[in-house]
């Protein structure tokens, strides 16, 4: 069996518009049988936090302190991911946002709360303390509640991908006619097309 090797980090598409919505979105053709997680290790994970700004440029985070906690920080992610998606699609289909995933999310929210706070420029930091390998999920709690209450105000509308048969992917479409339909044209979008074409002959 070929083994491939994990697409650089940088190759990542951030086309959600939003960064809880890129965190959804860290899993490749989430309906395909074998999926593509693009965050599966904490190297990964903080790579990724990195570029999609879930760590700030000035903010550093040491993973050599991380020592055998790699695991458990894992699954933390994998659960925040889970519950992002899960509450960001109960938005799209206008249902309660569910149960389990919210008392995830807000526990997030309870620990990003209490790493806030107020600085000399009368701005709401989040303290980014170099071994707080939970500050991108905090962050990431933080900006969740942005997005659902930005789709509740109509700023933007949240949708999923029209390639349903594997993509998976949400996006905020911020467009003026609000009618994007893909996460992203040369992906998603040409390859609809060129299906519908085959189909249509
Ligand atoms: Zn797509």
Known sequence: MAVSLPRPVSAIRLDGGRLAIDFANTIHDRFAVDVEDYIATPERYMQWARRSGAIAADET???????????????DVRSLRDATYRLLSACIDEVPLPKGPLL??????????QSQALDENGLLRLHADPVDFHLPLKRIALDLVDVLAGARAGIFKLKRCANRRSCGWIFADTSKNGRRRWCAMQTCGTASKTEARRNKR
């Open 61 to 75: 985070i040491d993973l050599s302190d991380l020592g055998g906690g790699g695991e458990r920080l894992m699954a």
């Open 104 to 113: 995830v999310a807000n526990q997030w929210l309870l620990g990003a709360r």
